[in-house]
């Protein structure tokens, strides 16, 4: 069975927020940060499953601070977890202050699935647990998808 670390499928986007990624209240478009938040997912989710993958699920996408016009927002997405054909993805946005210290704004955790030509579900690699943090995610993220089971 082929296994991947999570390192190996990391995924980082830098954006600065221009005019026409505002809202009618000059902060950004939430609806902009999500559209954001699923492309690195999905790179992150190509990378690990080496195939094709569509989105199944977003959970607990949390908007916790706001962006504004002219700040950098720089997204990293990585594996949590790798189950049979699902994988989870969490994307954490940034704004990037111009001393290079960062506000984490939002955070959000996907589920992808890899699919083949015929849009079905293939098997994904095993991911390889390196650290802590990783098996932290890795079992935070199994609770979850037993719980999405369970629905
Ligand atoms: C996601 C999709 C491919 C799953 O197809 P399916 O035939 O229902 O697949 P299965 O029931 O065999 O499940 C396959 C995997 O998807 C997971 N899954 C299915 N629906 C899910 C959901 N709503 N949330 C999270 N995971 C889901 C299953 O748990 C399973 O994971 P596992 O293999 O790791 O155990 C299908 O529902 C689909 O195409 N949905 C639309 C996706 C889309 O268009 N996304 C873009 C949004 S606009």
Same mark, same amino acid.
């Given at each position: +069975?082929? &296994?991947?670390?999570?390192? /190996?499928?990391m995924a980082e986007q830098v954006q600065i927020v221009t005019p026409q990624y505002l %809202?009618?209240?000059? !902060? +950004?478009?939430?609806?902009?940060? +999500?559209?954001?938040i699923d492309i690195v997912a999905a790179v992150v989710a190509r990378r690990h499953a080496g195939t094709d993958v569509t989105t199944a699920s977003v959970d &607990?996408?949390?908007? !916790?601070?706001?962006?504004? !016009? %002219?700040d950098t927002v720089v997204l990293k997405g990585y594996m949590t977890a790798a189950f049979n054909t699902s994988m989870e993805v969490c994307v954490e946005a940034y704004k990037e202050h111009f001393s290079g210290e960062r506000t984490l704004i939002n955070k959000a955790y996907l589920v992808l699935i890899a699919i /083949?030509? %015929? /849009?079905?579900p293939v098997p994904v690699p095993k991911l390889e647990i390196t650290n802590e943090f990783e098996r932290q995610n890795y079992d935070d993220a199994l609770k979850r998808y037993q719980i999405r089971r369970m629905h």
């Amino acid at each position: +069975m082929i &296994t991947k670390k999570v390192e /190996d499928s990391m995924a980082e986007q830098v954006q600065i927020v221009t005019p026409q990624y505002l %809202n009618g209240s000059k !902060r +950004m478009f939430g609806g902009q940060l +999500m559209k954001w938040i699923d492309i690195v997912a999905a790179v992150v989710a190509r990378r690990h499953a080496g195939t094709d993958v569509t989105t199944a699920s977003v959970d &607990t996408l949390q908007f !916790r601070k706001p962006a504004y !016009r %002219n700040d950098t927002v720089v997204l990293k997405g990585y594996m949590t977890a790798a189950f049979n054909t699902s994988m989870e993805v969490c994307v954490e946005a940034y704004k990037e202050h111009f001393s290079g210290e960062r506000t984490l704004i939002n955070k959000a955790y996907l589920v992808l699935i890899a699919i /083949d030509e %015929n /849009d079905k579900p293939v098997p994904v690699p095993k991911l390889e647990i390196t650290n802590e943090f990783e098996r932290q995610n890795y079992d935070d993220a199994l609770k979850r998808y037993q719980i999405r089971r369970m629905h």
